[in-house]
Each structure stands twice: as C-alpha cells, then as structure tokens.
C-alpha cells in the first residue's frame, strides 16, 4: 500500500521513534447510498475524524477496520480499495502509529453507533456529510488538544483528500 504521509510534527529523529512501541490501526472513508461520508465530531476536543481504530488481539486489518466501522458509525461495511498508510511519530505518548487506510461503502442499513466508555466521555457524536463538507469540517477543526492537532486531523485530512482524488480520476 502507497504510503500517503509521516506525521512527525515535533521532528523525532526516525532511529528514536522506532524503539516505541508500533500501533497497527486502520481507518476509512465511508460512503452510504446517498453518497454522504461518516464523520465522528469529538465535541470535547473540537474536531472530526474518520471512523477507525487500533487492532485488537488478533483481528487482521481488514477485520478491525469493520468492527471499528460497526461501533463507531453502526454499520456493516463493505471495504473497497485501499487508500494509502499513513504514519505518526506520536512524540506526546513514545508511539509509532501506523493507519492502514481504505474507501468502504455501507453495506446493509445503518444503525446506531456503539461508542466506548472513553468515546462516550469525550462526547462523540455521528454525522453524515457530503464530501466537501467533511473536508470543510476537517479543515476548520480548531483541536483544543496536541492529539487532535498535530496528528488526527492532518491524518485524516490527507485520507480524505486522497480518496477524493481517487474518486476523480476514476
């Protein structure tokens, strides 16, 4: 898979940054019928995200990013072609993150998200946007958090904004 970008805002030295600890993650672009794409606002950190997270003891990539998908935006997805990988040197935790990242279609009806403890506390919210708008959501996210600032966002920007040219030059 194409790597899209390596997030190194605090510019880690890349020999310090591989003796963290790696976390395998995967993240999507998910579009419904109406050709709307889930966005997860972080209303605690003022900013949106695409839906994703970190693997879980045993599941492939593929696999987590589905049950990631039916907690987070409470549908089944079908995936559809990857998008890239992309990497942090997340300087605030010692973490390398790597997020496989991928275009998915919602398969079946959508539902209500699931969201954890920690989601719950951090006020997560759904919303299904047209694609110009979840772009505009992303661009003028104004994090109150070093996360959300220096990694999520940007990540998921760059997501974004390869699965719309993608889709443009399909």
Known sequence: METLLLLNPQ???KELAETWPVRISARAVV?????????????NHNYYKLPGGGLDEDETIQSALKRECREEIGCDIAIQR???????????FKLRQISHCYAAKVSGRKGKPTFTKIEQAQNFSLLWCEVNQAKAFLLHS????????????PRDLAILNKAIAMLEAD
């Open 142 to 153: 104004l994090p109150n958090n070093q996360e959300g600032q220096d990694y999520i966002v």
């Open 11 to 13: 510019n880690t030295a």
């Open 82 to 92: 990857p998008i890239g990988v992309i990497e942090e040197y997340r300087t605030i």
């Open 31 to 43: 579009v419904d019928a109406e050709n709307q794409i889930a966005l997860l606002h972080v209303q």
